[in-house]
């Protein structure tokens, strides 16, 4: 059995998206190979942890097959170290959890080319959504799709072909139907999601300083557009930021962040979603579905971008020092005047209304 294979079988089991013929098959190559199992075993014990020093081995990895590479272009000497290659790439693999399908496949997904069977036989269809308009899709394979404002889906009519396939730009929360035959694919500017059936929410503005993916059932895996060889896969109440052409991996469970840099400038940062101390039900990175305007310690730029979503403006900062203020807080039935109003409480500075546009100084 080829490694990806024994990868996306454990990782279809330890998600329970394992199919009965799936699980038989993965008893087979426990009981017939000593050393896939004790990879299932160091996968277990990652997929069960939530300890830090994972993501410092996923960094040490890295650099370690940053180096084989570039050896493998430089040397034929590599070649001959092809057993102990493939040795660290099981290990590595098995430690972070990168590997969920073969890659020869797995580039149909992220090659951003619609499906030929799809294309064949479906026209594609777009949802837009306006300033503080949501709204509710449901694709005819029972995927639920909740389209937050200011957002673009672009998904066929029907699914054909192996792959359910949808474009995104915005933000919106995905209840993927399950269907282990036909992975359920998401492009967005920076990344790429590939999902079996779980639940979880994309948010991906154009004009947006970063990108995140935030995981609340099941497993999904990404890849990057710039670094299409490297595969996340997160586990539940796991984030994924998208930041300058780099990505985190996000699991706050520490006071102080971790963070780290391989060779490529690719940094690695563990944390858990956010929720609401007063309110241990709302997830901050969801709580747009529940009608819940929620910040936490965010610079009044990002704010203003988010506001002008949500309230239907536009603002404009005459001062650029006052982009620099953080506030925290939520909004839920306030009109846009008493947000403001809030907001001077905590930091001073004015504002005037003209039309639909705000001015800040």
């Known amino acids: 059995m080829g490694n990806d294979r024994f990868i996306e079988l454990v990782s279809k089991k330890l998600t329970n998206e394992i199919s009965s013929e799936e699980s038989e098959e993965l008893q087979h190559c426990l009981n017939s190979d000593e050393i896939n199992r004790s990879d299932f075993e160091f996968l ?32 034929l000497a590599v070649l001959a170290s092809k057993n102990a290659y493939l040795y660290i790439w099981r290990a590595a693999a098995a430690i972070i959890l990168l590997a969920g399908c073969s890659w020869l496949s797995y580039s149909r997904f992220v090659s951003k080319r619609i499906n030929p069977l799809t294309t ?89 300083p970063q990108s995140e993916t935030t995981l609340i059932r099941g497993a999904i895996e990404v890849t990057l557009d710039d670094r299409p060889s490297d595969r996340i896969i997160l586990k539940p109440s796991e984030k994924l930021i998208v930041k300058n052409g780099l990505f985190k991996t996000v699991h706050r469970n520490t006071t102080k962040l971790k963070s780290a840099e391989t060779n490529s400038g690719m940094q690695y940062v563990l944390t858990t979603f956010t929720r609401l101390p007063q309110d241990d039900s709302t997830i901050i990175e ?18 203003a971008y988010r506001m002008e979503r949500w309230y239907g403006v536009d603002i404009k900062f005459k001062n650029d020092a006052l982009k620099q203020y953080r506030f925290s807080g939520v909004f839920e039935k306030e009109t846009v005047n008493q947000a403001l109003n809030a907001l001077r409480m905590t930091e001073n500075f004015n504002y005037k209304i003209k039309n639909s546009t705000i001015y800040i100084y």
């Open 286 to 303: 969801t709580s747009w579905t529940q009608n819940k305007f929620v910040f936490r310690d965010e610079n009044f730029t990002n704010l």
């Open 120 to 208: 064949a036989t479906n026209a594609w269809k777009n949802k837009n959504t306006v300033k503080r308009e949501k709204s509710t899709i449901v694709l005819t394979d029972g995927t639920r799709i909740t389209l937050n404002s200011q957002s673009t889906l672009k998904y066929p009519a029907m699914f054909t072909g192996k792959t359910r396939e949808v474009y995104l730009s915005g933000e919106a929360f995905f209840d993927v139907h399950k269907d282990h035959e036909h992975p359920f694919i998401i492009h967005t500017e920076k990344m790429n999601i590939k999902v079996l059936g779980t639940a979880f929410n994309v948010k991906s503005y154009p004009n947006d």
């Open 44 to 75: 277990n014990i990652y997929w069960n942890s939530n300890d830090t020093e994972f993501a410092d081995n996923a960094l040490a990895f890295q650099k370690i097959i940053t180096k084989i590479k570039g050896q493998e272009t430089n040397s």
